[in-house]
Nanobody, 124 residues
Framework: QVQLVESGGGSVQAGGSLKLSCTAS?????MGWFRQAPGKSREGVAT???????TNSDSVKGRFAISRDDAKNTLTLELNSLKLEDTATYYC?????????????????????WGQGTQVTVSS
Protein backbone atom coordinates (compact mmCIF):
# COMPACT_ATOMS: atom_id res chain seq x y z
CA GLN A 1 0.00 0.00 0.00
CA VAL A 2 1.02 3.56 -0.68
CA GLN A 3 -0.45 6.59 1.04
CA LEU A 4 -0.44 9.85 -0.88
CA VAL A 5 -1.05 13.24 0.70
CA GLU A 6 -1.47 16.37 -1.43
CA SER A 7 -0.95 19.95 -0.34
CA GLY A 8 -0.62 23.39 -1.84
CA GLY A 9 -4.02 23.98 -3.37
CA GLY A 10 -5.83 27.28 -3.01
CA SER A 11 -7.42 30.20 -4.78
CA VAL A 12 -5.60 32.35 -7.30
CA GLN A 13 -6.45 34.87 -9.98
CA ALA A 14 -6.17 34.01 -13.62
CA GLY A 15 -2.60 34.34 -14.80
CA GLY A 16 -1.24 33.48 -11.38
CA SER A 17 0.75 30.51 -10.13
CA LEU A 18 0.48 27.73 -7.58
CA LYS A 19 2.65 24.85 -6.50
CA LEU A 20 1.16 21.50 -5.53
CA SER A 21 3.02 18.87 -3.58
CA CYS A 22 2.37 15.22 -2.92
CA THR A 23 4.15 13.15 -0.30
CA ALA A 24 4.16 9.39 -0.70
CA SER A 25 4.63 6.88 2.11
CA UNK A 26 7.19 5.04 -0.02
CA UNK A 27 8.91 5.10 -3.38
CA UNK A 28 6.84 4.34 -6.47
CA UNK A 29 8.10 4.16 -10.04
CA UNK A 30 5.29 6.06 -11.67
CA MET A 31 3.63 9.18 -10.28
CA GLY A 32 1.26 11.70 -11.72
CA TRP A 33 -1.33 14.40 -11.33
CA PHE A 34 -4.93 14.18 -12.42
CA ARG A 35 -7.77 16.64 -12.00
CA GLN A 36 -11.53 16.64 -11.88
CA ALA A 37 -13.75 19.65 -12.41
CA PRO A 38 -17.37 19.68 -11.21
CA GLY A 39 -19.57 17.67 -13.54
CA LYS A 40 -16.63 16.34 -15.54
CA SER A 41 -14.66 13.12 -15.54
CA ARG A 42 -11.20 12.89 -14.07
CA GLU A 43 -8.50 13.75 -16.58
CA GLY A 44 -4.76 13.36 -16.66
CA VAL A 45 -2.52 16.38 -16.26
CA ALA A 46 1.04 15.08 -16.15
CA THR A 47 2.99 11.99 -15.20
CA UNK A 48 6.62 11.20 -14.47
CA UNK A 49 8.58 8.01 -13.99
CA UNK A 50 11.63 7.51 -11.81
CA UNK A 51 13.64 7.52 -15.07
CA UNK A 52 12.40 11.03 -15.76
CA UNK A 53 9.98 10.10 -18.55
CA UNK A 54 7.26 12.78 -18.60
CA THR A 55 3.92 13.00 -20.33
CA ASN A 56 1.65 16.06 -20.31
CA SER A 57 -1.85 16.90 -21.34
CA ASP A 58 -1.92 19.28 -24.30
CA SER A 59 -4.02 21.69 -22.24
CA VAL A 60 -1.19 22.28 -19.75
CA LYS A 61 1.93 22.02 -21.92
CA GLY A 62 4.12 25.05 -21.49
CA ARG A 63 2.25 26.13 -18.35
CA PHE A 64 2.55 23.26 -15.84
CA ALA A 65 5.72 21.45 -14.81
CA ILE A 66 5.93 18.13 -13.02
CA SER A 67 8.94 16.99 -11.01
CA ARG A 68 9.81 14.47 -8.33
CA ASP A 69 12.34 14.04 -5.54
CA ASP A 70 12.79 10.35 -4.82
CA ALA A 71 15.01 11.03 -1.82
CA LYS A 72 11.96 12.59 -0.15
CA ASN A 73 9.25 10.57 -1.94
CA THR A 74 7.65 13.79 -3.11
CA LEU A 75 5.96 14.83 -6.31
CA THR A 76 5.49 18.46 -7.33
CA LEU A 77 3.34 20.23 -9.88
CA GLU A 78 4.08 23.86 -10.67
CA LEU A 79 1.07 25.58 -12.18
CA ASN A 80 1.75 28.80 -14.09
CA SER A 81 -0.37 31.09 -16.27
CA LEU A 82 -3.45 29.64 -14.66
CA LYS A 83 -6.76 29.82 -16.52
CA LEU A 84 -10.33 29.67 -15.29
CA GLU A 85 -10.65 26.21 -16.83
CA ASP A 86 -7.85 24.92 -14.60
CA THR A 87 -10.24 25.06 -11.65
CA ALA A 88 -10.57 21.52 -10.33
CA THR A 89 -9.68 19.12 -7.59
CA TYR A 90 -6.16 17.90 -8.26
CA TYR A 91 -5.26 14.34 -7.34
CA CYS A 92 -1.87 12.77 -6.88
CA UNK A 93 -1.59 9.23 -8.20
CA UNK A 94 1.08 6.55 -8.12
CA UNK A 95 1.85 3.06 -9.32
CA UNK A 96 4.68 0.68 -8.45
CA UNK A 97 4.72 -1.31 -11.69
CA UNK A 98 7.62 -0.32 -13.92
CA UNK A 99 6.03 -0.16 -17.36
CA UNK A 100 7.36 3.12 -18.68
CA UNK A 101 4.95 3.36 -21.59
CA UNK A 102 1.97 2.73 -19.34
CA UNK A 103 2.85 5.58 -17.02
CA UNK A 104 1.00 8.26 -18.94
CA UNK A 105 -1.51 11.03 -18.31
CA UNK A 106 -4.00 9.38 -20.66
CA UNK A 107 -3.83 6.04 -18.84
CA UNK A 108 -5.72 6.74 -15.63
CA UNK A 109 -6.57 3.08 -15.09
CA UNK A 110 -2.90 2.18 -14.69
CA UNK A 111 -2.61 4.00 -11.37
CA UNK A 112 -3.38 1.96 -8.29
CA UNK A 113 -2.90 4.56 -5.58
CA TRP A 114 -4.65 7.88 -5.18
CA GLY A 115 -4.58 10.80 -2.81
CA GLN A 116 -7.62 12.59 -1.42
CA GLY A 117 -7.19 15.63 -3.65
CA THR A 118 -6.51 19.31 -3.21
CA GLN A 119 -8.69 22.09 -4.58
CA VAL A 120 -7.42 24.67 -7.06
CA THR A 121 -9.73 27.58 -7.82
CA VAL A 122 -8.89 30.14 -10.47
CA SER A 123 -10.92 33.34 -10.56
CA SER A 124 -11.10 36.27 -12.95
Amino acid sequence: QVQLVESGGGSVQAGGSLKLSCTASRYTYCMGWFRQAPGKSREGVATITADGHITNSDSVKGRFAISRDDAKNTLTLELNSLKLEDTATYYCAAESKTYINSCAHDNRGYFGYWGQGTQVTVSS
